[in-house]
Each structure stands twice: as C-alpha cells, then as structure tokens.
C-alpha cells in the first residue's frame, strides 16, 4: 500500500521561504511525483512535478524561478523549495504520485497517489 507522508508546511511573510518534504512508502515504481495546491474555493492546481528516474522537472509558471522541485530516490523523499513566497501561494500544498504519466503533468487525475496535505499560509 502507498503511503505519502508531507512535512514542513507553516506560516511565513511574504518574501520569506519553506521546504516542503514528501516521502513515500510501499511503492518502488513511483517515477513521476509532483506538488500540488489547493487555495480555499479554488480547484486543485499542479504546482511542480519532476521524474525520479531522470530527474526531469516541470514548473507552473506562476512559481517558475521561486520553487525549486528536488528528489532523494534513497529516500524516496521529494522536496518543494519555496523562496519569495508570496500571499497568493497560501494553500494546502498535497505531494502526488504515479508510475507514469498517462496525462498532463499539471492535472490531478494523472496521480493516483496522494498525501494528506499541509498547509502554507504566506502573510503580506
């Protein structure tokens, strides 16, 4: 059974920065994992995605330049930099899954797997 656990959510002024942690367990075959969030009322959007095997990344542009996705394949754990967070990143940041990408990298139902979410409150 594949477990994602995230970590490292909080609260920060903007200008600031936070690392967001997610390991994964039960699975060796997880080779796309991705980040991401949800603002109150508003739909789920890819935030940044990477391939575990070739360490390929993709961005959306509104975080181009500030984030920075990363992956420890020993310990199964990807990593979401955030610098120069702005208010408008405020959200619960989920880390996602899957063995392949049968869909684009930035819509939800191309993950399988999900964490349970943490939150990222940026305030001005």
């Known amino acids: 059974q594949v477990q994602l656990v995230e970590s490292g959510g909080g609260s920060v002024q903007a200008g600031g920065s936070l690392r967001l942690s997610c390991t994964a367990s039960?699975?060796?075959?997880?080779?796309?994992r991705a980040w991401f969030r949800q603002p109150p009322g508003k739909e789920r959007e890819g935030v940044a995605a990477?391939?575990?095997?070739?360490?390929?990344?993709y961005y959306d542009d509104s975080v181009k330049g500030r984030f920075t996705i990363s992956r420890d394949n020993a310990k199964k754990t990807v990593y979401l930099q955030m610098n120069n967070l702005k208010p408008e990143d405020s959200a619960m940041y989920y880390c996602a899954a899957a063995s392949s990408l049968r869909d684009s990298w930035w819509l939800p139902q191309t993950f399988g797997y999900w964490g349970q979410g943490t939150q990222v409150t940026v305030s001005s």
């Open positions: 990477i391939n575990t095997g070739l360490g390929g990344a």
């Open positions: 039960g699975d060796n075959y997880l080779f796309y």
